[in-house]
């Protein structure tokens, strides 16, 4: 039971179902401060008016055959068959939880809002919390009174803003990869950064192994910032315990600052994606 100072926090918990959104999934189910009362899944590959065919077309034609591989281990492989025997998928936590599960490829819609709606009106706090969401968030879901949104992004802000920032920092040949929680805005991976860690970089690790640490780095990070949190009074978002100012509404995808999807020449000039020593980590992940 939460301390007597404490109060519960609701969870909206927004992610695009992989094995990285999973590790943190699990870890904050375990607070008992926390309530997860709704997921909402995104069901988008890439472009919001894409589809499976032509993303996956894109995704070949742009980043290699090799990239979309270590995409489709860390989604839909995983979510399918993974965690057999460890760390179960997103959709099999909330159905054994019996958490209520919105798939959308646009949480913007009104069926959305809707929906968000639906649990921020019982009086209780309320965040909504992105990890591995690839949707830009509008400001009529982020301005909703009794709303906080956060976002959990594995890559040193505002250095690596956008698709794979673990991917970039190897590719850039940083010395350390870093994750950070920070206040969701409009325009993606920008907001005021709310706490961050860093590791060392491996050079005999892969990309996978790198995003693995990160996340599991970010996920006790988040379960530090919901416990904090269950003890406070959320009000306006100034109240949040802000590490570092960031916010650069100017800088948009695609412009400098913001890196896109890597090409099929990055990624075989670059770090290995994933070992085959990676795989048990995918299917047998604890």
């Known amino acids: 039971m939460p301390n ?21 999934l699990d870890k904050i189910l375990s607070l008992e401060s926390v309530n997860v009362v709704a997921v909402v899944a995104s069901t988008r590959l890439r472009y919001l008016r894409g589809n499976i065919v ?11 055959f090799s990239y979309a591989i270590y995409l489709m281990l860390v989604t839909s492989i995983y979510n399918t068959v993974g965690g057999l025997f460890g760390l179960p998928p997103v959709f099999y936590q909330c159905k054994k939880r019996k958490i209520t599960v919105f798939k959308t490829k646009n949480i913007n819609t009104k069926e959305g809002s809707h929906f968000v709606d639906q649990y921020i009106a019982r009086g209780q706090k309320a965040i909504l919390l992105t990890v591995m969401f690839n949707q830009k968030i509008s400001s009529n879901i982020l301005d909703k009174t009794g709303l906080e949104c956060i976002n959990l992004h594995p890559g040193k802000l505002p250095e690596y803003r956008g698709v794979d920032p673990v991917f970039s920092a190897l590719a850039g040949g940083e010395k350390s990869c870093t994750v950070c929680l920070h206040q969701t805005a409009v325009e993606l991976d920008t907001g005021n950064i709310l706490d961050s860690q860093a590791i060392k970089v491996e050079k005999t690790r892969s990309v996978f192994w790198h995003n693995v640490e990160l996340f599991s780095r970010g996920a006790s990070m988040v379960c530090d910032f919901l416990s904090y949190a269950s003890s406070q009074e959320l009000k306006e978002r100034d109240s949040f315990p802000v590490t570092r100012n960031y916010s650069s509404p100017t800088v ?13 020449k990055e990624v075989s000039e670059g770090r290995r994606l994933f070992y085959g020593s990676d795989l048990k980590d995918i299917f047998f992940s604890d």
Do not use: M
């Open 4 to 24: 007597s100072h404490e109060s519960v926090v609701d969870i909206v918990y927004c992610c695009r179902p992989s094995l990285y959104s999973s590790i943190v």
């Open 54 to 64: 032509s993303d996956i077309y894109r995704l070949l034609k742009e980043s290699g």
């Open 252 to 264: 948009q995808e695609g412009k400098p600052g913001y890196f896109s999807w890597p090409t099929g």
